[in-house]
């Protein structure tokens, strides 16, 4: 018997209301696999934060179903750990103090709960700057402490809304690299989204791409190329050519974008 997958979306549509109404997505079928790290491509607008967010519990589909391990999901959940494209961070709590936020809504004692705060800074590299505020650091600092946010909660899945979208490209290159080492060391399934192609096919197992609004999946890319990575390597740049490839028929495509 195969495990079931971590999400299995069927059929899912999402209708913004308004007039007129925005179809944002439309009969997504979409599975996500135990420990796999999946990234989901597509043009701005074109339904990803949507999709995100569904899967994150934060808004529910108008057609279709979200199973998460089997089960309908329900809602927002603490397995699921959220990193949002703006790390909203309290500017008024230290970066210790906006880390350790989850965690202070479950039990658990003070101790315990800096422990793990700690241990999270440090694992992003921030071991040094719990005690500053978030106005003391750098961009690219704060995305790091939005990521030790999610990850102080222990969640089963990651999920990022173009978590580098903000920073510079350099940054963005270091980023990248110590997401997937963190990701090494646990698995933990993630799924994110970007706009970038490099950035998919460098992070990804796997590359869903979706068409502009409204949201469809349009082609599923396996990216096998061995791990770790190296940018810039032939097999990588093929990979992101067949990608451009497609996006091309996507712009040529009868897949154009429309309101209900
Ligand atoms: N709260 C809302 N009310 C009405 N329409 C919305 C709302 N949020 C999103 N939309 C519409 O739904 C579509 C999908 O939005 P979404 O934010 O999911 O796209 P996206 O792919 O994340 O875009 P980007 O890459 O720019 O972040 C957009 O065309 C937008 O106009
Ligand atoms: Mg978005």
């Not at 060391?185 to 490099?198: A, C, K, L």
Request: glycine content about 10%; overall charge negative; charged content about 25%.
């Amino acid at each position: 018997m195969t495990a079931s997958p971590v999400f299995d979306v069927a059929g899912v549509s999402r209708v913004y209301p308004g007039t007129p109404p925005t179809l944002a997505l439309d009969d997504i079928d979409l599975e996500v696999r135990d420990g796999e790290f999946l990234v989901l491509l597509g043009p701005s607008g074109c339904g990803k934060s949507t999709l995100l967010e569904l899967l994150a519990g934060l808004q529910s589909a108008d057609a279709g179903t979200i199973r998460y391990r089997g089960a309908p999901l329900a809602g927002p959940s603490a397995e699921l750990g959220v990193v949002f494209q703006d790390p909203a961070l309290y500017p008024w709590r230290t970066v210790a103090r906006n880390v350790g936020l989850g965690l202070e809504l479950r039990r658990g004692g003070r101790s315990e709960r800096r422990a793990r705060v700690l241990a999270e800074l440090d694992r992003v590299g921030l071991a040094a700057f719990g005690d500053h505020y978030p106005h003391q650091l750098s961009g690219g600092m704060r995305q790091r402490a939005g990521i030790a946010r999610a990850l102080a909660g222990d969640p089963r899945v990651l999920l990022m809304d173009e978590p580098f979208g903000a920073v510079d490209h350099l940054t963005r290159v270091q980023l990248q690299q110590d997401l997937l080492q963190l990701w090494s060391e646990d698995r933990r399934t993630v799924v994110f989204v970007t706009h970038d192609v490099g950035e998919a096919v460098f992070l990804g197992d796997r590359v869903v791409l979706l068409s502009p609004r409204p949201g469809r999946v349009f082609r599923e890319f396996d990216i096998a190329e061995p791990r770790p990575r190296r940018r810039g390597e032939p097999g990588l740049l093929s990979r992101e050519a067949e990608i451009y490839d497609a996006l091309r028929d996507l712009d040529a495509g009868p897949l154009a974008a429309a309101d209900v």
